[in-house]
């Protein structure tokens, strides 16, 4: 594969940067790679591992001269960081971000964004549990939907090359308005975390099953839920700040179907079970089909990720 940008800088060298770093390493899409993060416990790290050609103290320094900024920081910290890098963004360079949330990034980033620079939203949809400059690997965005939210009157040529660099890292790419990212976001996403650290909680609380029993007998479903459960409480804390609307709109829709199967359980109701089972039995089987995950019966643990 060729080289899309001569200049990459990453701010924030966690899971999604790290991976982008060993992607774009992997597939020669970039000349340099500049990175930059908030502490210098994990600038010590990414040197340490030479996760990027350099690292640089300042968010400025590592994307001045940069043909291609993408923020890589939590969603909270977007808009401070953009306002940091923004004098020094090269003209005909593109700014891009992993958010998330895309309104709100938006929002805050986009006062920030220079005349003459591409300012291309984008969300790649692939993590895991893990965290910080260690984590990543290249193929974390292989198969993976990469949606870009492009802006209105942006440069088309932006978009398409940007769309190049994800499809080039493995991605496939699909273009979103911000608003429906949102909610399908929220859907797919936000609201199933926020139930399974709700689940990981009451199993914390109640007192009648004891903590080697929930550990010892986890199989049983509980533990997919910790695997999500055990993701980055920053990340997780601004998503739920920064997409508050739809994430509460779809969690007013689960509380009401959740009473439903209640009643249900409570009043024998087992046809409607059963019925119900069925249709999200469907569900998971379109998932399996579309590629989004096997139907190794262990989640495909022994897979990476
Ligand atoms: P992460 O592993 O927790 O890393 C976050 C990085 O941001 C760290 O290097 C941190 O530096 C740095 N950072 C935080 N605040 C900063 C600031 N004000 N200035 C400069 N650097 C700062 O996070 P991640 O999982 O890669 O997530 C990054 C972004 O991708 C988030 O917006 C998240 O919503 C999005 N995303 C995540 C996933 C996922 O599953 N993890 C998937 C898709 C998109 P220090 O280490 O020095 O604190």
Same mark, same amino acid.
């Given at each position: ?8 800088a990453l701010i +924030?060298l +966690? =899971?999604?940067a790290?991976?982008?770093a ?11 790679i500049t990175g930059h993060a908030?502490?210098?416990? #994990?600038r010590?790290?990414a040197?340490?591992?030479?996760l990027c050609?350099r690292v640089c ?5 590592a994307?001045?001269?940069?043909? =291609? ?46 005349? +003459? ?25 292989? /198969? ?81 839920? #910790? ?15 920064? /997409? ?10 689960? #509380? ?11 009043? +024998? ?37």
């Open positions: 594969m060729s080289r899309i940008y001569d200049r990459v +924030g +966690g =899971l999604i790290s991976s982008m060993h992607a774009m390493r992997r597939h020669g899409l970039a000349g340099e908030r502490s210098m416990e #994990t010590a790290v040197r340490e591992i030479g050609d103290d300042s968010a400025a320094e994307a001045s001269g940069a043909d =291609l900024v993408v923020l890589c920081v939590p969603v909270g910290a977007m808009g401070q960081v953009a306002a940091e890098i923004a004098p020094v963004l090269k003209p005909g360079a593109t700014l891009s971000d992993v958010g998330s949330v895309k309104r709100e990034v938006i929002a805050a980033v986009g006062p920030h964004v220079p005349q +003459g620079v591409h300012f291309v939203p984008a969300h790649p949809l692939a993590g895991t549990e893990h965290s910080g400059p260690h984590s990543g690997f290249a193929e974390l965005f292989e /198969n993976r939907y990469c949606l870009i939210i492009p802006q209105e009157g942006v440069d088309r040529d932006a978009v398409a090359r940007l769309e190049g660099f994800w499809r080039a890292m493995g991605a496939l790419t699909d273009e979103m308005d911000a608003d429906h990212h949102d909610l399908v976001l929220a859907v797919t996403s936000h609201a199933p975390h926020l139930i399974a650290y709700t689940m990981v909680g009451v199993a914390d609380d109640l007192r009648r099953v004891t903590d080697s029993e929930v550990i010892k007998y986890s199989a049983a479903g509980f533990r997919d839920f #910790t695997r999500i459960a055990a993701s980055d409480p920053t990340m997780w804390r601004d998503v739920f700040l920064h /997409n508050r609307e739809a994430t509460l709109e779809i969690l007013g829709r689960f #509380t009401e179907e959740l009473f439903a199967l209640q009643r249900a359980i409570r009043t +024998g109701d087992g046809d409607l079970l059963f019925d119900y089972f069925t249709r999200t039995r469907a569900i998971r089987r379109g998932i399996v089909e579309a590629g989004q995950d096997t139907d190794a019966p262990d989640f495909g643990r022994t897979k990476r990720g």
